[in-house]
């Protein structure tokens, strides 16, 4: 066991270091502390990042805002790449870095006030847990680790990317590792999504997205009464969507979570449209429903049109697809999360989610997505709160997990100043 003070390996490491020998150094307790000295910076920020509105497609204020953040800490090239993310790096022994992300969007739908308020302990926002906990625990993960003396072995890049959420179809994590200086160097990455500390994501649950758009000649409610109507047409398809047989195993889902149409109560709309969601952890199952979403829509036109004699069309675009994958083992970064949790006492989980991961780890790269800590609840709702209770413990567990895989040592010897 190494004494109080000792490096370990600044170099990049075939295996994780156990968290009890880096917990035993001297540099542990000065991050420690320095965790302890961020809580209500890190509130503060969580809260001012929450403020600032970032819609899907959208988020080019909070990029400026984290961006700021990171060149206020020092952080080496930060910079926005075409996408948008926001990319800033801390340098190690090695060219090869270990890459910590945490998603910029929301589901808050532009121009809905976001007011932060605050109840029994709990800040409530839209946001503010998904993903405010994560960009919060990004940003202080970095400001800690600027504040010591420590070198890594693997170099350290902190990523805030867009398009995590909904019709972004993750499109910042995969601009982020198309091929390029990024995807060349990563050796393995961490997602920060969310808040609660018992989940380790190690799996990517598949999804296919499709706007629906049935259209026609429109008229007058009364004047034009027989004419087909796209709204019919539409709620012939969500009955036959309703059938379609979805299993339990291999997890199978269908949702239709949005349906828009018409202008005004007394007239025949000349469009309607509906996005349906199908996910399943197997890709098979997915390309089932999606030939069945087909047949409906096809039948649900069909049936509108004979009923009236009309000549109603329908098109269907595929908006999103999020590929199914899983973690390749053995993983090192996933056996430091878990000898992390056990020596922090956390009793975690793994899963299967849509995340930022997903991308990674199709991509065959070492991925997991863990939370920024705290707990939070009522995801994706005005009602949206966070409890800062229990953040320490989650930004212990990403550093503890981050100086597992990239080895650390001081870089200035106490004993010689």
């Not at 190690?92 to 589901?107: C, R």
């Not at 503010?128 to 070198?151: F, K, R, T």
């Not at 697809?321 to 090192?332: F, K, V």
Request: aromatic letters at 4%; one cysteine or more; glycine letters at 10%.
């Amino acid at each position: 066991m190494p004494q109080s003070g000792t490096a370990l390996p600044p170099t990049p490491l075939r295996r994780s270091i156990p968290p009890a020998e880096i917990t035993d150094l001297a540099i542990w307790e000065q991050l420690v502390r320095s965790v302890d000295d961020h809580r209500e910076w890190l509130e503060q920020a969580q809260i001012e990042l929450t403020q600032i509105p970032a819609p899907t497609f959208r988020e080019a204020e909070r990029a400026a805002y984290v961006a700021k953040r990171f060149a206020e800490m020092g952080l080496e090239r930060v910079r926005m790449d075409e996408a948008g993310n926001v990319i800033a790096e801390r340098g190690g022994a090695s060219n090869s870095a270990f890459v910590l992300t945490a998603h910029l969007d929301t589901v808050v739908p532009a121009g809905v006030p976001i007011e932060v308020r605050r109840s029994n302990g709990r800040i409530y926002a839209p946001g503010i847990s998904d993903n405010g906990a994560g960009l919060a625990a990004l940003l202080g993960v970095a400001s800690v680790l600027q504040g010591s003396e420590i070198e890594t072995g693997l170099s350290l890049i902190f990523v805030a990317n867009v398009g995590e959420e909904g019709e972004g179809d993750l499109y910042g994590m995969r601009h982020l590792l198309s091929p390029g200086e990024v995807r060349n160097r990563v050796a393995a990455m961490l997602v920060l999504d969310g808040s609660s500390v018992e989940h380790i994501t190690v799996a990517g649950l598949g999804s296919r997205r499709f706007l629906i758009e049935a259209t026609g000649p429109g008229g007058h409610s009364w004047k034009d009464f027989g004419r087909a109507n796209p709204i019919h047409a539409l709620s012939n398809m969500v009955i036959q969507l309703g059938r379609i047989p979805l299993p339990s195993d291999p997890r199978t889902t269908l949702n239709v979570g949005v349906i828009q149409g018409g202008s005004t109560v007394n007239a025949i709309p000349i469009s309607a449209l509906m996005k349906v969601d199908i996910r399943s952890t197997q890709l098979e199952e997915i390309e089932r429903v999606s030939s069945a979403l087909e047949a409906a829509v096809r039948s649900g036109i069909e049936q509108e049109n004979q009923r009236t004699g009309g000549t109603l069309e329908a098109k269907i675009h595929k908006i999103g697809e999020r590929p199914a994958a899983e973690l390749a083992m053995p993983s090192r970064l996933l056996d430091a999360v878990r000898a992390t949790d056990k020596h922090l006492g956390i009793q975690s989980r793994l899963e299967r989610s849509s995340t930022d991961a997903n991308i990674p780890l199709v991509l065959g790269i070492d991925a997991v997505a863990i939370a920024g800590g705290g707990s939070g609840g009522d995801a994706h709702t005005p009602n949206e709160w966070y409890d800062p209770h229990g953040r320490d413990l989650g930004l212990k567990r990403i550093l503890l997990t981050t100086l597992s895989m990239c080895g650390a040592k001081k870089t200035v010897d106490p004993a010689a100043v």
